[in-house]
């Protein structure tokens, strides 16, 4: 069985700072992972995903996000945030099943 | 192309009664899952469907069902409908596990 851990359930930021919020997980076999994002009021949107390859996915907005396998890690940074960022931030891991679970979320407040 | 549709978008209902609430998939996807959002406890899974047949489901009581049909619209069924049921009910289809979930923008219940 698969489950996510995300370590922070709130995460301010001034505008313009960087930003990375935080992503374990674990699992018996091997895993697909992804970010998604929800702003108010709407569904989850699909952020970035990693299924193999290069450890280090990016998103079209600037998130990106680094597999680490021996930490059991999946954070999410992003260098400099905006204002537009402001949402909950969802990761999850699948076993490849079309299961996925999900983590409990984290908040990013900007702060102007 | 459209996305994944929920029906209706918000519903209140009082406790005992039943409610149906219904998604339909972008097309060509024949996973539809649903999950309950709630502010407590986050993101849960319910079920899975994947061509009419349920191939998992989470832990929730037998009040709570599901079906696809045969050109992959789902509907899901609450009966006896309880205060602590009032949430966002999202509904996700995909076309293989590893590419991730399409949400809807969800079902706002409200149980009173």
């Known amino acids: 069985a698969q489950s996510v851990t995300q370590l922070d359930s709130q995460v301010p930021v001034f505008e313009e700072a960087p930003v990375e919020l935080r992503c374990n997980y674990s699992s018996s076999v091997s895993v697909y992972l992804f970010w998604y994002v929800q702003y108010p009021n709407q569904g989850l949107q699909l952020l970035l995903k990693y299924l193999s390859g290069s450890t280090l996915v990016e998103s079209i907005n600037g998130f990106e996000a680094e597999f680490n396998k021996s930490q059991t890690s999946f954070h999410l940074r992003k260098p400099s945030v905006h204002i537009s960022d402001t949402a909950e931030y969802f990761c999850?891991?699948?076993?490849?099943?079309?299961?996925?679970?999900f983590g409990k979320g984290t908040r990013l407040h900007i702060l102007p | 192309k459209a996305g994944v549709t929920q029906t209706p978008r918000y519903l209140i209902k009082t406790r005992g009664q039943q409610v149906t609430l219904s998604c339909s998939p972008i097309?060509?996807?024949?996973?539809v899952s649903w999950y309950q959002q709630t502010p407590g406890q986050g993101l849960q899974f319910l079920f899975e469907y994947f061509s009419e047949t349920q191939r998992n489901k989470g832990n929730f009581p037998g009040r709570f069902s599901g079906r696809q049909f045969s050109n992959s619209r789902s509907e899901m069924n609450v009966s006896t409908l309880e205060l602590g049921d009032s949430a966002l009910y999202l509904c996700?289809?995909?076309?293989?596990?590893?590419?991730?979930?399409?949400f809807g923008s969800g079902t706002r219940l409200t149980v009173v």
């Open positions: 097309s060509g996807h024949r996973s």
């Open positions: 999850a891991v699948s076993g490849g099943d079309d299961k996925i679970i």
């Open positions: 996700a289809s995909s076309l293989a596990g590893q590419s991730g979930y399409t």
